[in-house]
T-cell receptor, first 116, second 114 residues
């Protein structure tokens, strides 16, 4: 159990560019969540996967955002045509989901995106 | 729908003093409640959680929290603050629905004075 990892840790991009983030969950955790945290705020739910299926998306996830988990292991979050309002910390969380909601969601270190 | 309110975006205490961070929630069903801590430029680390059973929950680093259903509260306490406790603290609720998505409060930044 090596924990949840995210790559890159920091990303600076210019407005209008596309960016992609990667999350590697704890192995054998079948649920993976993406959250967004803006400065001075708590994390907000974006989307989650059960294995490779994307089961729910927040209204915060505009059409410019897309997430995948092709083999039920790692996940990617892509933002197209970035805007300055996309600047935030993007957090990934891993959840066993095998027993109940009492299981803990384990968070990665996050990817901090700055859009200039 | 559920929501979480953390009273006080900033709390300052002296080293060795009591720490009290407040959290109130609203939920249409009995919730599961969590406290996470976040150090600068890091992800969230679980401090403690309440699911069922004993309403006083002990966590890591000497923190504990008490679930009070009548007050819809889940306040976090620590008897004696250490400098290393300075961080951002988030209260979260899991509504125990199919998705188990966490809803977070706005966070409380704890500052510890020497």
């Amino acid at each position: 159990d090596t924990g949840v990892s995210q790559d890159p840790r920091h990303k600076i991009t210019k407005r209008g560019q596309n960016v992609t983030f990667r999350c590697d969950p704890i192995s054998e955790h079948n649920r993976l969540y993406w959250y967004r945290q803006t400065l001075g705020q708590g994390p907000e739910f974006l989307t989650y996967f059960q294995n490779e299926a994307q089961l729910e998306k927040s209204r915060l996830l505009s059409d410019r955002f897309s997430a995948e988990r092709p083999k039920g292991s790692f996940s990617t979050l892509e933002i197209q045509r970035t805007e300055q309002g996309d600047s935030a910390m993007y957090l990934c969380a891993s959840f066993s989901g095998k027993t109940s909601a009492t299981d803990t969601q384990y968070f990665g270190p996050g990817t901090r995106l700055t859009v200039l | 729908a559920q929501s979480v309110t953390q009273l006080g975006s900033h709390v300052s205490v002296s080293e060795g003093a009591l720490v009290l961070l407040r959290c109130n929630y609203s939920s249409s069903v009995p919730p599961y409640l969590f406290w996470y801590v976040q150090y600068p430029n890091q992800g969230l680390q679980l401090l403690l959680k309440y699911t069922t059973g004993a309403t006083l929950v002990k966590g890591i680093n000497g923190f504990e929290a008490e679930f009070k259903k009548s007050e819809t509260s889940f306040h976090l306490t620590k008897p004696s603050a250490h400098m290393s406790d300075a961080a951002e603290y988030f209260c979260a609720v899991n509504p125990n629905n199919a998705g188990n998505m966490l809803t977070f409060g706005g966070g409380t930044r704890l500052m510890v004075k020497p």
